[in-house]
């Protein structure tokens, strides 16, 4: 198994571009999430599905969309980056997004808006 | 206040020592603990669930005290290996696992 797999790696955005961050599991998970990481605070929760057709907003969910038309793939979308958005972005999957569930990690998207 | 906080660190500590961390979490309905151990520039991998009665993997030890609110993460025999930073995870007593909450990080810096 590949596990969670994350693309790219590293981009690079002006401000106003939009793009999708991709994230894919292959797992079965019915739960997955969308986290971005900053220094100096936690990682924090974007969006999240509990299943395929499921979505729902996290803690710091504007500026972006989310849908899941599949059980393996998650995608992030950023409508309109701005600088705020630098950041790295981890895409995660467990089982049943049950409270002792572990989460599995993507390798992360190195994200940074100019 | 935020709601799980962990000192930063740096913890530099020679090969062999042992080395305690703590984390305290502010919402005294928190039910599910656990460490995740992150690698400088990689993703978070779970280390241990934190158990109400204390649980030991190996060289690692966990604990949770409800009354004060905080877990612990005790490394024995510390190894190089065992440097990165150990986030502190707290979930609520209800809802998903939609309602983790992460702690900044302890960083580790093990020497020789």
């Known amino acids: 198994n590949a596990g969670v797999t994350q693309t790219p790696k590293f981009q690079v955005l002006k401000t106003g571009q939009s793009m999708t961050l991709q994230c894919a599991q292959d797992m079965n998970h019915e739960y997955m999430s969308w986290y971005r990481q900053d220094p100096g605070m936690g990682l924090r929760l974007i969006h999240y599905s509990v299943g395929a057709g499921i979505t729902d907003q996290g803690e710091v969910p504007n500026g972006y969309n989310v849908s899941r038309s599949t059980t393996e793939d998650f995608p992030l979308r950023l409508l309109s980056a701005a600088p705020s958005q630098t950041s790295v972005y981890f895409c995660a999957s467990s089982s049943s997004g049950g409270r002792t569930d572990t989460q599995y990690f993507g390798p992360g998207t190195r994200l940074t808006v100019l | ?112």
Not at chain 2, 1 to 8: I, L, S
Not at chain 2, 20 to 38: H, I, K
């Open chain 2, 1 to 112: 206040r935020k709601e799980v906080e962990q000192d930063p660190g740096p913890f530099n500590v020679p090969e062999g020592a042992t080395v305690a961390f703590n984390c305290t979490y502010s919402n005294s309905a928190s039910q599910s603990f656990f460490w995740y151990r992150q690698d400088c520039r990689k993703e978070p991998k779970l280390l241990m669930s934190v158990y109400s009665s204390g649980n030991e993997d190996g060289r690692f030890t966990a604990q949770l005290n409800r009354a004060s609110q905080y877990i612990s993460l005790l490394i024995r025999d510390s190894k190089l290996s065992d440097s990165a930073t150990y986030l502190c995870v707290v979930t609520p007593n209800t809802g998903t696992a939609s309602k983790l909450t992460f702690g900044t990080g302890t960083r580790l810096q093990v020497t020789l």
